[in-house]
């Protein structure tokens, strides 16, 4: 009679969002190692260049037990750079929050796939120095509050000889071509890349840090045009074809980053209470941001445009803070989508020599009446009313000059130069 096979406890598993780098492919056989665990490799794909099924293949062969590759960029482009748009998100006035927006998805898509594969913890590849490890900490503790989180960066403090060092040790496989001095982050709303020479702010950036928006020597000397359609505050076609969001995020990244379109360089203060020098490449978020911004221009009034500069402010400010999943983001991206239902038309965006400047827009909803504007015979602006308005329009301060002229002449005995009148009761 052979032994009943005894019932082995399943080995524990941790899901680890892999991009492939060097601080996300040591992480593998730390994890293994420290917590005598399985890695699944989870890569979310939001729209980074290079191969993602070799990464994966290369997480296999470096330990990991499984290696998924999730295609998120469809939810991206939808869930998250859509209502940024419509925002005109971009943090501290520059920076259109291109990695800050993916890490709310790629935390989602690591809490859904420790669920579906049994997994108790997640992992992920940040420094304790940044604002992605509160994005995905935040967002993991709201969306899987069961779950552990481990971060092999962070707690091993480790610099990048040592993980060179600890990678060569452990025969890991890294990957190919020469290793970059930056530390770069890349998803379909840009670039960001930070590290080595960069951290100096007073050091103008290498060309060599620059990908998405060529050598300036590159750059067009004839400029391009190109007509953004919207619909709803949504760009739906570019020069009249229709895109899906992807598609036209990306058309528009290669067509104003050939132009040298998106490039920031900014000094940031991160959550962590620390200022950086950051580099950016955002082609298309920034055209769009403008084109966008032209069109609300002409379709919403006066007071509705101001009182959305500040929603935008502050739905920056939550995006950049990791705080995505929070009743307020919702709240004030429900007004947001509210102001949007007349941001319908189009916007001539012209692309030149790193700039991207809208020189043309047109909407069904334009609020600019040519017969109230117009300078010409056609003119129905009622301008006999303007000497009443303006009178009463300035009555508030002309009474508190008058009362402030009168009470100095009063203590200085003086009888003042211009002697103040208050109006007549
Ligand atoms: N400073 C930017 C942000 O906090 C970019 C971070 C880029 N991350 C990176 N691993 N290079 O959104």
């Given at each position: ?7 082995t406890?399943?080995k ?5 969002a892999?991009s ?14 420290k917590?005598?665990a ?6 979310v794909?939001v ?6 099924k ?5 997480a296999?062969?470096n330990?990991?037990?499984?290696a998924?590759v ?7 482009a ?5 209502p ?16 800050a927006?993916?890490?709310p ?9 420790a669920?579906a ?20 900490d ?10 552990h989180?481990?971060a ?8 990048r ?10 025969g ?7 290793a ?6 890349e998803?379909?709303w ?6 080595g020479q960069?951290?100096d702010?007073?050091s103008?950036p290498p ?9 300036p020597?590159?750059w067009?000397?004839e400029?391009e045009?190109v007509?953004i359609?919207?619909?709803q505050?949504l ?6 074809r229709s ?5 036209l995020?990306?058309?528009l ?32 978020a920034?055209?769009?941001i403008?084109a ?11 007071d ?5 500069s ?11 803070e990791?705080?995505?999943?929070s009743?307020?983001r ?21 692309l ?6 809208v ?29 009443g ?7 508030p ?10 009470a ?9 130069v ?8």
């Amino acid at each position: 009679m052979t032994e009943p096979e005894l019932p082995t406890a399943p080995k524990r598993r941790v899901v680890l969002a892999y991009s492939g780098g060097l601080d996300t492919t040591v992480a593998i056989p730390w994890i293994g190692e420290k917590l005598g665990a399985e890695v699944v490799a989870l890569t979310v794909d939001v729209g980074q260049e290079g191969e993602l099924k070799g990464a994966s293949q290369r997480a296999l062969r470096n330990g990991a037990a499984d290696a998924l590759v999730v295609d998120a960029k469809h939810a991206f482009a939808t869930e998250f750079l859509w209502p940024a748009l419509q925002a005109n998100a971009l943090y501290q006035g520059v920076y259109p929050l291109s990695t800050a927006l993916a890490r709310p998805l790629i935390a989602r898509t690591l809490v859904e796939t420790a669920v579906a594969s049994g997994a108790d913890t997640v992992a992920h590849g940040c420094t304790g120095k940044g604002n992605d490890q509160v994005r995905f900490d935040v967002a993991i503790h709201t969306l899987g509050p069961g779950l552990h989180i481990v971060a092999p960066v962070r707690a091993w403090n480790m610099n990048r000889d040592d993980e060179v060092a600890f990678a060569r040790q452990r025969g890991l496989e890294l990957r190919t071509g020469p290793a970059s001095p930056f530390s770069v982050d890349e998803n379909l709303w840009g670039r960001s890349v930070e590290g080595g020479q960069l951290e100096d702010p007073a050091s103008v950036p290498p060309e060599a840090a620059f990908e998405w928006t060529g050598h300036p020597e590159s750059w067009p000397h004839e400029p391009e045009e190109v007509r953004i359609t919207f619909a709803q505050g949504l760009p739906t076609h570019l020069d009249g074809r229709s895109l899906d969001p992807v598609a036209l995020v990306r058309e528009l990244n290669a067509r104003a980053g050939a132009h040298g379109v998106g490039r920031i360089d900014h000094v940031e203060d991160r959550v962590v209470g620390i200022k950086s020098r950051e580099t950016y490449e955002c082609p298309a978020a920034l055209t769009l941001i403008e084109a966008h911004r032209a069109l609300e221009r002409l379709a919403l009034p006066r007071d509705l445009l101001s009182f959305k500069s500040e929603v935008e402010r502050r739905f920056s400010d939550l995006v950049y803070e990791g705080l995505w999943y929070s009743p307020l983001r919702e709240a004030l991206q429900a007004f947001v989508t509210t102001t949007q239902s007349v941001v319908t038309g189009e916007v001539t965006v012209r692309l030149h020599q790193g700039r991207a400047v809208v020189v043309a827009r047109d909407s069904e909803y334009s609020l600019l009446r040519p017969e109230l504007t117009t300078y010409g015979a056609a003119s129905q602006f009622p301008q006999e009313l303007a000497v009443g308005f303006i009178h009463l329009y300035g009555l508030p301060n002309q009474i508190a000059y008058a009362r402030r002229q009168a009470a100095r002449s009063a203590a200085d005995g003086s009888d003042g130069v211009a002697r103040a009148v208050l109006p007549a009761a």
